[in-house]
């Protein structure tokens, strides 16, 4: 493969259509009576020319814009299939119970194929990639000939590339003073106008012709931020729950932040207060009107083990709303749910008889004592504490979590008639006396609740990247959208003055600028060749 | 000139094609990474147990440790619970420390759970799970070996038999 020197000395790479220096058509399969193809200057597309190693046939493959296309549509309609039934992270049950017990066979089915968590699966981040690789290889593989030919272009022109243009036109008799006026209309016209032999190129707006590459570019830079999500760091996304008068680190901030809540708060709208509001607070109940939790951030001073108690530094008190986080350090923390969990409880030793009470006790969740001294005599042990309360498989007392959900005790409560103690098993709604009747009962009398504040600690640095190339995109198409590269070309051929002009689009603005370009001098304006093609196609 | 055509597209398609796989890649193995991995080095950690002493990984350097994590409410910790009793004491003398963490419970709770099942090791409580988030601990049981050098060789998650905690002592003797 060599490549091809045109008439005019200049050389063109292989597979050139039209000289990249005078434009004079090279590819003799070019049909010789119509408008010329000027998409890429005619330039050699390299895709299409060379083809020979496995690299070239991948190359080729992804630099086919019909291929690009057909990704995008696969990609749409698979996109379209994860919106049928909702993904599994909106969903609160195991996926494979959920689906079926939804959705019958199809959402089986549904969750069998995957689709369940389909913009996670690898062959749509296979498909996303593929759509990346394509527009890289497209847009290098079309923006570097023509930005050659572009660069590569001289004043004086081919016979054929001008009388092929779509704007042409031939004059015979001028005025000696025409050309200049011309050249100076050009100029108020703000063309760039190059002068050499006698002939004229004006040409503006070629940066227009970049603009969808800008825009590949920043779909690039999009594409590439949403791979940065799966850098560490780079996003974080986690649930948090600390309960009131606790201080927990902050997840993901290698334990150098630690978040304590001081209180969560619910607030509701009040019929009477908020007398706008009373007949939809009617109608619909308890409308909640603030979810907030009073934090302190600390910040972890000089070096501590895991599971030492760290020393900290207050940086800040906030109020954490809904959509009102507390941000530090890139981080953003989040109200996004709350629950409430039993903090204690209280008992009263009490005669089952007489119904005398010999003083209360409050059983801490987070820290029981072994013993409780009520005084005169009378003291109570926990000989066994079960926070979350069962039988287990063989009938034996347990717990089933840590959390005290349905806290159990065996006590043993001492009295002056009984110093050893009568045993009384004690769970909610439930008391078992192992040896037979006991004088004594602990008679249940109160608890008592803490919150727990639900947050969402978020982190995203990945976003400005995303922003970036959000808006190179928009620059791009800008660019492309709102100029056009235009070019004229008045030139001395055979003793006339031809003029040809083209550009990337609206066709319309061009001729009325050649109109006022034109103006005052004897040359005429030129045919546009596609409409009297068609006139002449249509018989008219 | 085609040589360099051939290198240049080579690099590129393999630029892109390394993202492509990182990608892959990285979304595949980010529910499934183990934060202390065999191999990597056990991050110290502080913790006292419930007699009030305290322990420190470190200075069990040139020791075998067998880290475990447990809570009362997992059955299968409950009985894995008297194998590793039985084991501490065989090899106590023999360079294999046995560092026991409990995952947040009240010092009662736990104490009396050891006094049920007659443990007479000493029993660290995790007050903030900081120990079970440094070392990325899910399920429970959950068991760790590190040698004298402070390297982890193996990590197990689910009941042990006597037999297995055994060869496992054996394993990071000194």
């Known amino acids: 493969m060599k490549d091809v020197k045109c008439e005019c000395g200049h050389v063109n790479p292989h597979g050139t259509v039209l ?195 800008v825009n590949h570019v920043g779909l690039i830079i999009f594409l590439f931020g949403g791979m940065l999500r799966f850098f560490p760091g780079m996003y974080v996304n986690e649930n948090l729950w600390v309960k009131e008068g606790e201080t927990t680190a902050v997840p993901e901030t290698g334990e150098t932040f630690y978040l304590q809540n001081n209180q969560f708060i619910l607030q509701h709208y009040d019929k009477n207060k908020d007398k706008a509001f009373e007949k939809a607070i009617e109608q619909a109940g308890e409308v909640v009107k603030n979810y907030q939790s009073n934090v302190v951030l600390y910040k972890r001073v000089g070096e501590s083990l895991p599971g030492e108690k760290p020393k900290l530094e207050k940086v800040t008190d906030y109020k954490v709303r809904v959509n009102h986080p507390l941000t530090f350090d890139g981080y953003s923390v989040f109200q996004s749910s709350f629950r409430s969990e039993l903090k204690a409880m209280t008992f009263m030793l009490t005669n089952k008889n007489t119904n005398q009470t010999f003083g209360e006790m409050k059983i801490n969740f987070e820290d029981p004592k072994e013993k409780y001294d009520l005084g005169n005599g009378y003291s109570v042990k926990i000989l066994n504490y079960f926070p979350d309360f069962e039988f287990d498989k063989n009938g034996d007392p347990s717990t089933k979590s840590r959390v005290p959900n349905n806290p159990a005790f065996i006590f043993q409560m001492i009295s002056p008639e009984n110093p050893d103690g009568e045993k009384s098993f004690v769970a909610i709604k439930q008391t078992i006396e192992p040896f037979g009747d006991n004088t004594y ?9 803490k919150n727990v504040s639900g947050f969402i600690v978020r982190k995203d640095s990945t976003l400005w990247v995303i922003i970036l190339g959000g808006i190179l995109f928009m620059i791009g198409v800008i660019q492309g959208a709102y100029w056009n590269h235009r070019r004229i070309w008045v030139q001395n051929k055979n003793g006339q003055i031809w003029i040809a002009a083209h550009t990337n689009k609206n066709w319309y603005g061009l001729k009325r600028e050649i109109e006022k370009v034109i103006e005052d001098t004897k040359l005429n304006m030129p045919d546009d060749q596609l409409q009297s093609e068609q006139a002449d196609k249509g018989g008219v | 000139m085609k040589k360099r055509r051939l290198v240049i597209r080579t690099i590129i398609l393999l630029v892109l094609g390394a993202a492509v796989v990182y990608t892959l890649y990285a979304n595949f193995t980010k529910d499934k990474k183990q934060k202390v991995a065999v191999g990597d080095s056990a991050p110290d950690f502080a913790l006292v147990d419930i007699e009030g002493n305290k322990h420190r990984l470190s200075d069990y350097r040139g020791q075998g440790v067998f880290l475990n994590f447990w809570g009362t409410w997992c059955p299968p910790c409950k009985k894995e619970m008297p194998y590793i009793n039985n084991q501490y004491h065989q090899f106590k003398d023999r360079g294999v420390q046995l560092m026991s963490v409990d995952i947040q419970e009240s010092p009662l709770a736990v104490q009396q759970f050891a006094d049920r099942l007659k443990l007479d090791f000493p029993i660290m409580i995790d007050p903030e799970k900081e120990v079970m988030n440094t070392y990325g601990v899910d399920l429970l049981p959950a068991t760790f070996l590190i040698d004298k050098d402070g390297k982890v060789v193996k990590y197990h998650t689910g009941e042990l038999t006597e037999n297995m905690i055994k060869e496992f002592m054996e394993k990071i003797k000194p």
């Open chain 1, 19 to 213: 000289c990249e220096a005078c434009g004079k058509v090279l590819d003799e399969r070019e049909n010789k009576d119509q408008l010329l193809d000027m998409r890429y200057e005619g330039s050699a597309r390299r895709s299409q020319t060379y083809n020979k190693t496995i690299v070239d046939k991948i190359w080729n493959f992804f630099s086919s814009v019909k291929v690009g296309v057909w990704l995008i549509i696969i990609t749409l309609l698979a996109s379209i299939l994860g919106t049928i039934l909702p993904q599994k992270m909106y969903i609160n049950l195991p996926p494979d119970v959920y689906y079926e017990q939804e959705y019958g066979w199809f959402g089986k089915l549904y969750y069998q194929l995957g689709l369940h968590d389909l913009y996670g699966s690898w062959w749509y981040l296979l498909l996303i990639s593929m759509i990346g690789i394509s527009l890289v290889i497209c847009s290098l593989d079309r923006v570097v000939p023509l930005y050659k030919a572009l660069k590569a272009q001289r004043v004086t022109r081919n016979e054929g590339f001008l009388k092929r243009q779509r704007l042409f036109g031939t004059n015979h008799v001028i005025d000696d003073q025409d050309f200049d006026i011309v050249k100076k209309h050009l100029k108020e016209k703000h063309y760039h106008v190059r002068e050499e032999n006698g002939d004229l190129l004006a040409e503006k707006g070629r940066f227009s012709r970049w603009g969808p590459y």
């Open chain 1, 441 to 449: 009962k602990m008679a249940f009398k109160g608890i008592e609740t």
